[in-house]
T-cell receptor, first 116, second 113 residues
Framework: NAGVTQTPKFRILKIGQSMTLQCTQDMNHNYMYWYRQDPGMGLKLIYYSVGAGITDKGEVPNGYNVSRSTTEDFPLRLELAAPSQTSVYFC???????????????FGEGSWLTVV | AQTVTQSQPEMSVQEAETVTLSCTYDTSESDYYLFWYKQPPSRQMILVIRQEAYKQQNATENRFSVNFQKAAKSFSLKISDSQLGDAAMYFCAYRSANNDMRFGAGTRLTVKP
């Protein structure tokens, strides 16, 4: 049971480069999220999706883009990387369920990104 | 915009004692949900307790209870009879009706034997 898988785990980017953080879940979850966590800080929501073909901006969407062409995949694209995007990125998913299971959130292991 | 604030980066409690973790939030919405999650090293957020904003009664789950003050936008978690297994990062979270979900910065709880 893989859960939520993020790749790559570590990456160093140069200013102005672009890259995509991949996120895949094998639990058939409707809801998927991308967060960033800066050192000593909490999670900040970048984008989220309530299902295939639907995405919405979160708290800090500038400099990022997402797509949700399938239920399983929710890639995060960084365009023109800037030092301010140095952070740890977490992908998460949860099922649509009004019961307790719908409130359990599964996180990936994180992707450490440094922009220099 | 919705924000969640946890002002206690770290808390400590003696085993079998009671501890309260604080959380405040800001929103202009009337329909929302509040949660407390426990995060072990595995990164999975485990639901501790949930509160619907429209319910006036404070939620309770065994040793865990909340003090939900809607007007003050406060949502504190009380852990009674603390156990060693309660040690973890605790996150307060807000979920809007459109499923936008935000977390506080977290409180690391240490339980002393």
């Amino acid at each position: 049971n893989a859960g939520v898988t993020q790749t790559p785990k570590f990456r160093i980017l140069k200013i102005g480069q672009s890259m995509t953080l991949q996120c895949t879940q094998d639990m058939n979850h409707n809801y998927m999220y991308w967060y960033r966590q800066d050192p000593g800080m909490g999670l900040k929501l970048i984008y989220y999706s309530v299902g295939a073909g639907i995405t919405d901006k979160g708290e800090v969407p500038n400099g990022y883009n997402v797509s949700r062409s399938t239920t399983e995949d929710f890639p995060l694209r960084l365009e023109l990387a800037a030092p301010s995007q140095t952070s740890v990125y977490f992908c998460a998913s949860r099922p649509w369920d009004r019961g307790v299971s719908g409130n359990t959130i599964y996180f990936g292991e994180g992707s450490w990104l440094t922009v220099v | 915009a919705q924000t969640v604030t946890q002002s206690q980066p770290e808390m400590s409690v003696q085993e079998a004692e009671t501890v309260t973790l604080s959380c405040t939030y800001d929103t202009s919405e009337s329909d929302y949900y509040l949660f407390w999650y426990k995060q072990p090293p595995s990164r999975q957020m485990i639901l501790v307790i949930r509160q619907e904003a429209y319910k006036q009664q404070n939620a309770t789950e065994n040793r865990f209870s909340v003090n939900f003050q809607k007007a003050a936008k406060s949502f504190s978690l009380k852990i009674s009879d603390s156990q060693l297994g309660d040690a973890a990062m605790y996150f307060c979270a807000y979920r809007s009706a459109n499923n936008d979900m935000r977390f506080g910065a977290g409180t690391r709880l240490t339980v002393k034997p």
